[in-house]
């Protein structure tokens, strides 16, 4: 995420003067100033109700998470009195994590997000520079058309889609199918593609619009001066576009693959529609079902964190990988 | 949406026909693959639910029905449709207020205050955009289950009004927006913290503000997991549950398909032109840096 270029005037006591980028020391000092207050009340006022509400339906569940996880709840004897609750550290990961099943889900996940999350980048980026091209007509309805599919529901989506994969509602497998092209969006093959394909249509439109305001900001004064100096559409697109909106498809790749992972809702309404999909299709399907159906919220808690712990880890690989010295010069 | 503001008309008359066909068949292409699921709705809301199997999906049928379909769809079970339409607007509207007032006052304190631990405490706040939905969701249950507060509007409401990526929207634009010389001026004037931040920061921050608000909107409207996780009561779901809730009925009765697609087409519909109306609203430049201040 990049910094704003306009700045507050330097010197003020209180500008913030680098609100995204990495915190420095400066940044740190309390203003020294004769007569300013150190910390105002008005700051607790301003800060204290979101922190307060942040703590509460952020933290606390994260923390909740990660403490349930670490315990279990057994039956005592023959199941009389009361089912003790016990103290097995890492033993709910090493049961998710043995199990061949949720391992299948994490695999499939994995293999989602490769699949998804060039697709959704390259898709957006397209978009954003075709629009952006000098031979691009109406470029304006275009965007608003591309941009729509963000208002609906990924549940709403899901089950559009899924009439669309139904070769007795859908036009296009019938038109394919007319010219003798057999396609089953819903076989055990395909249907991780069609779940992508979900996801690219509701989220595709979001980021290219991302990536035009990225765009939006660069001078065209850097156009024309290239144009002078002979570069062609591709040389720009090359040389002056993909590295000044570096920072929005970095912001837009981090999205998509935090998205990913949160694989829930396509694949739980694409189910009755087809056998591909189990129960616990997706670790997030899976540890829903151990905390609503299979009573076992702790080995559910264990299934999300390890979905959270593959979210950052993921985030943090990527992050590092583009800020790599070398990978800046592009 | 965004305001172009550098219309690139010198560089459009230098693109060559070739290439004005080559890109704007691409464009058109891609136009069709997004709108082919609303094409379809609107037109399936049309048919009867035997039609809806036997005619080609993107034409009309003979004998279209949309009005008939309409009115089952909001008499079904007791208008149960309104009451979930009207509930979407309850939780996306109060939640998405609550959240934009709480973000724009936390994100104008981390410009213009400087407090021990700022970078780390907005870290930490930013890191919040990064956790999975389901990480929050279910042990959320578990824990408003001990406040009893699940299968409440509560339930949905208030971890809605929590968007940590409001606050950075607000940290960017406040800093960009409103001058620190605004702000000192006002306060030689006598004016408290807070009346500067009520009476003058919240009117240079409109447009982020606004933002805030739509974002938060749209992430609360098309919310799944929450609902589901928290409410048992239909009475009390969002479109998006209480359609679900239909689909799960249509192998037992096939007359719910109908019902289904007509209440996609319709909240479809709400929210495209909820979209396309303040289009100009939607200010992603901001999410982008803000370098327009």
């Known amino acids: 995420m990049n910094a704003p270029t306009t700045q507050a005037p330097t010197g003020a006591p209180v500008a913030d003067r680098a609100p995204a980028g990495p915190p420095s020391p400066h940044d740190e000092r309390p203003p020294r100033r004769r007569g300013h207050r150190r910390t105002p009340p008005a700051l607790w006022v301003l800060l204290v109700p979101f922190l307060a509400m942040f703590a509460a339906f952020f933290i606390a569940p994260i923390v909740y998470a990660i403490v349930d996880s670490l315990f279990t709840q057994r039956s005592s004897g023959l199941g009389l009195g009361a089912p003790t609750t016990e103290f097995v550290f890492l033993g709910n990961y090493a049961r998710a994590l043995s199990d061949p099943s949720f391992l299948a889900s994490l695999g499939r996940l994995v293999a989602f997000s490769a699949i998804e999350v060039p697709l959704m980048v390259a898709t957006a980026l397209t978009l954003a520079l075709l629009l952006g091209a000098a031979a691009a007509r109406a470029p304006r309805l275009f965007r608003v058309t591309y941009f729509m599919p963000y208002g609906v529901p990924g549940v709403i989506a899901a089950l559009l889609w899924g009439f669309l994969y ?144 593959l979210a950052f880890a993921f985030s943090a690989l990527f992050l590092r990988i583009v800020n790599r010295k070398g990978n800046r010069a592009w | 949406m965004v305001t172009s503001t550098r219309p690139s008309t010198a560089s459009r008359r230098e693109a060559s026909r070739g290439s004005v066909i080559a890109v704007n068949s691409v464009l058109a292409l891609c136009s069709l693959y997004f709108l082919l699921p609303i094409a379809w709705v609107l037109v399936a809301a049309t048919k009867s639910p035997g039609d809806l199997y036997s005619s080609f999906g993107l034409w ?35 939640g998405a207020l609550v959240a934009t007032v709480l973000a724009t006052a936390a994100g104008y304190a981390f410009a213009k205050y400087a407090f021990p631990g700022r970078e780390t405490l907005f870290w930490v706040i930013l890191g919040g955009v990064l956790v999975p939905a389901t990480v929050i969701a279910l042990p959320l249950y578990f824990l ?67 933002t805030i608000f739509l974002f938060q909107f749209v992430t609360i409207w098309n919310n799944y997991l929450l609902p589901l996780v928290m409410l048992n009561d239909p009475r009390s779901f969002p479109i998006t ?49 803000a370098t327009k201040g």
């Not at chain 1, 100096?229 to 999205?255: C, H, N, Y």
């Not at chain 2, 309104?82 to 996306?92: C, H, Q």
């Open chain 1, 166 to 309: 139904v070769p007795a509602t859908s036009p296009v497998l019938q038109v394919l199918g007319a010219v003798g092209i057999d396609l089953q969006p819903l076989s055990s093959e395909a249907v991780l593609f069609a779940i992508a394909n979900i996801a690219l249509w509701g989220f595709a439109g979001y980021n290219m619009f991302i990536l035009i305001a990225a765009l939006d900001s660069i001078p065209s004064e850097l156009y024309e001066a290239a144009r002078i100096d002979g570069a062609g559409e591709w040389r720009i697109v090359w040389s002056i576009k993909l590295p000044l909106i570096r920072p929005s498809i970095v912001l837009i790749t981090l999205f998509t693959i935090i998205g990913t992972l949160q694989l829930f809702v396509e694949p739980l309404v694409l189910r009755p529609l087809t056998t591909a999909i189990s129960s616990d299709y997706t670790p997030n399907l899976a540890a829903y079902n151990q905390a609503f159906s299979q009573g076992d919220p702790h080995l559910a808690a264990a299934m999300a964190v390890i979905v959270a712990v």
């Open chain 2, 60 to 94: 009309f049928s003979d004998s279209p029905q949309a009005w008939q379909n309409l009115v089952a769809l909001f008499t079904q079970d007791d208008g149960a449709f309104a009451v979930w339409v009207l509930n979407s607007v309850l939780y996306s509207g109060v």
């Open chain 2, 144 to 210: 408003l289950n001990a406040a009893e507060l699940t299968g409440t509007y509560w339930s949905v409401l208030l971890p809605s009004m929590v968007s940590p990526f409001g606050v950075y929207l607000a940290r960017i634009h406040a800093n960009a927006a409103v001058p620190d010389e605004v702000v000192e001026a006002a306060r030689i004037d006598g004016a408290g913290d807070l009346r500067i931040f009520g009476a003058i920061a919240t009117r240079m921050m409109t447009p982020a503000i606004v």
């Open chain 2, 241 to 289: 549950l209480g359609l679900t809730l239909w689909n799960s009925q249509t192998q037992r009765d096939p007359l719910f398909t109908q019902l289904v697609v007509t209440g996609s087409a319709v909240s479809v519909v709400l929210l495209v032109v909820l979209m396309v109306s303040l289009q100009r609203f939607w200010r992603a430049d901001l999410t982008a840096g």
